[in-house]
């Protein structure tokens, strides 16, 4: 069985790829830098997020296949929107991306986000719960769990698989 190396360890982010690779793939989560901010404000800034963990892998950990992640915020006409990102790379070379659902943030989570805060942090407050980042996130809050932040994952990481299996058939 292939082993996938993703670039996190939080469980909410793991178990989307276990729901779109496990069956044909072990699945290891390993720590590793993002090299970007700590809160992504672009979406530029949120893949680059995603293809640095993914190379880091693929670099450091001499991953034969290797899947980065990340969440951020970005911007459109001055209104703050959760977005995610992930990559997948191989040590052939290739580089995949996919981008997922964008859902507008509330005005007083912008704010926070303006004075600097992490997103996490502040759904945790704006929630009234802990650890919101590993388990729903910020989109389960959001969508009142109609979407939550390993199923918003789990869309990307297939839109990665499909790229890899057609890539393999050319």
């Known amino acids: 069985m ?23 793939c072990e699945v290891y989560g390993y720590e590793v830098p993002s090299g970007v901010s700590a809160q992504p404000l672009t979406d530029e ?59 507008p943030l509330p005005d007083e989570v912008a704010a926070s986000i303006k004075e600097g805060m992490e997103l996490g942090d502040i759904m945790d407050r704006y929630a009234s719960k802990l650890n919101v980042r590993k388990n729903e996130g910020a989109v389960g809050i959001l969508t009142n769990l109609q979407v939550t932040r390993s199923e918003m994952f789990s869309h990307i990481n297939r839109l990665l698989k499909g790229q890899l299996e057609r890539a393999k058939k050319i």
């Open 2 to 24: 292939t082993i996938l190396k993703v670039g996190t360890l939080n469980e909410a982010k793991l178990m989307s790829v276990r729901d779109v690779f496990g069956e044909t």
């Open 45 to 103: 800034e949120t893949k680059q997020g995603a293809v640095n963990r993914a190379m880091y892998l693929i670099d450091k950990e001499s991953a034969d296949i290797a899947l980065g992640l990340e969440g951020g915020v970005m911007v459109i006409n001055d209104h703050y929107f959760l977005c995610n990102w992930g990559a997948l790379a191989t040590n052939s070379g290739h580089i995949f991306v996919a981008g997922g659902a964008r859902i």
